[in-house]
T-cell receptor, first 115, second 112 residues
Framework: NAGVTQTPKFQVLKTGQSMTLQCAQDMNHEYMSWYRQDPGMGLRLIHYSVGAGITDQGEVPNGYNVSRSTTEDFPLRLLSAAPSQTSVYFCASSYTNRGKGEKLFFGSGTQLSVL | SQQGEEDPQALSIQEGENATMNCSYK?????LQWYRQNSGRGLVHLIL?????REKHSGRLRVTLDTSKKSSSLLITASRAADTASYFCATDAKDYGQNFVFGPGTRLSVLP
C-alpha cells in the first residue's frame, strides 16, 4: 500500500502565483485533512473533509481552497500565494467516525516557499 | 489558543535513560494520541489512550491520562538514538469539531 501520497515534495512560488498541492490515499479513508506546520506552532488544521463532496474549514482556512470529488483525492489550492503561506504542508487521512479513536495517517509533506 | 501543549519544548538525554514528555489540554476530549515526527518526515502514530483509560503500554512506551488535570504523559524507557525525533500529542475534542488538534511538540535528542 502506498498510504498517503503528497506531491510535490518541494515548491517555490512567487507572491501572487497559484498552485495546487496534491494528496491521494489508497486506504478508502473517508476523512482527509490538510495541516500546515510552522516552527513552534505545531500543526494547524487548514481544511478537512468527511467524505466525497463534503468539505469544511479548519483553524486557518484563509487563502486556501479544497475540493473532494473522489474518496481518494483531496487537493489543496493556493489561489494567490503570499509569503505568510511559506510552510510545510501535510495531508492526513483516517477512517470515518472521528471521536472514536481513529488514528491519522500522514503524507511525507510538501515544503513550500513563497518569495 | 492551542488545545494541546507539550512540555518540555526540548529534551536531551543519554542513550539508555528514560524520557518523559507531558501534554496539557483545555477542553474535554474523546481520545488523546501521541505521534512521532522524524526530521523532514510526516508524523507517525504511536499510541492512543481513550478518555476512560488511565494508563496504556506499547513496547517501550507508556502513556498516562489524567482527565481531572487535563494532562497526559508519554514515557519512553531505555531510550535509543533512533528515538531522536519530535513528539506531539493530539486530541479530538468536541469543541473542535472532533478534528485532531496538535500541540507544538517536544523535541527529543538521545545522545549515544
Amino acid at each position: 500500500n502506498a498510504g498517503v501520497t503528497q506531491t510535490p515534495k518541494f515548491q517555490v512560488l512567487k507572491t501572487g502565483q497559484s498552485m495546487t498541492l496534491q494528496c491521494a490515499q489508497d486506504m478508502n479513508h473517508e476523512y482527509m485533512s490538510w495541516y500546515r506546520q510552522d516552527p513552534g506552532m505545531g500543526l494547524r488544521l487548514i481544511h478537512y473533509s468527511v467524505g466525497a463532496g463534503i468539505t469544511d474549514q479548519g483553524e486557518v482556512p484563509n487563502g486556501y481552497n479544497v475540493s473532494r470529488s473522489t474518496t481518494e483525492d483531496f487537493p489543496l489550492r493556493l489561489l494567490s500565494a503570499a509569503p505568510s503561506q511559506t510552510s510545510v504542508y501535510f495531508c492526513a487521512s483516517s477512517y470515518t467516525n472521528r471521536g472514536k479513536g481513529e488514528k491519522l495517517f500522514f503524507g511525507s509533506g510538501t515544503q513550500l516557499s513563497v518569495l | 489558543s492551542q488545545q494541546g501543549e507539550e512540555d518540555p519544548q526540548a529534551l536531551s538525554i543519554q542513550e539508555g535513560e528514560n524520557a518523559t514528555m507531558n501534554c496539557s489540554y483545555k477542553t474535554s476530549i474523546n481520545n488523546l494520541q501521541w505521534y512521532r515526527q522524524n526530521s523532514g518526515r510526516g508524523l507517525v502514530h504511536l499510541i492512543l489512550i481513550r478518555s476512560n483509560e488511565r494508563e496504556k503500554h506499547s513496547g517501550r512506551l507508556r502513556v498516562t491520562l489524567d482527565t481531572s488535570k487535563k494532562s497526559s504523559s508519554l514515557l519512553i524507557t531505555a531510550s535509543r538514538a533512533a528515538d531522536t525525533a519530535s513528539y506531539f500529542c493530539a486530541t479530538d475534542a468536541k469543541d473542535y469539531g472532533q478534528n485532531f488538534v496538535f500541540g507544538p511538540g517536544t523535541r527529543l535528542s538521545v545522545l549515544p
